[in-house]
């Protein structure tokens, strides 16, 4: 099930990540996919140089493709993944990378019949209480729930939870926010 969005870079990110998922599917190494996506998104983040090679057009085709086949080679990206990144560089769609990670993630998840939730709290969640709450979004989502948790302490209290397009927010700051609204409408 492709990603849908109205962004050119998506719609280029999300027919990449679908084929990569399509053929490590049916390759048998999408947990193998999986991780190497995650390893190349960390050097992403560790990497400005890495960053620059693969947003910047000044770049050659040919320049991004020895490149990159380097950082294949030394990371250890080989197979169905090492061999995606040599076209996504031959075709100079390096660019969408970042996308194409996020996108294939969420195709993997939907295959596997998971749902991804970001949650947002005013505190760090123990593991307890993470657990807690995947299983109530479970029954809410009618699907495994996978949670992406960040922490705003200007939330003061509460979670803000997003599913798909469904959103429950909780947050301290919010009902403090309508109580505001409220109280000057009256007044």
Known sequence: MPVASSSPTSGVASRYAQSLFDIA???GSTDKVEQQLAAFEALLGESEDLNRLIKSPVFSAEDQSKA???I???AGFDGVFGNFL???AANRRLF???GMIVAFRDIAAAHKGIVTAQVTSALKLTAAQQKELQATLKDVAGKDVEIELTVDPSLLGGLIVKIGSRQIDTSLKTKLSSMKLALKEVG
Do not use: D, G, R
């Open 25 to 27: 599917l049916e390759t």
């Open 86 to 88: 040599k076209v996504v």
């Open 72 to 74: 294949a080679a030394k």
């Open 96 to 98: 969408a990378l970042p």
């Open 68 to 70: 990159i086949e380097a």
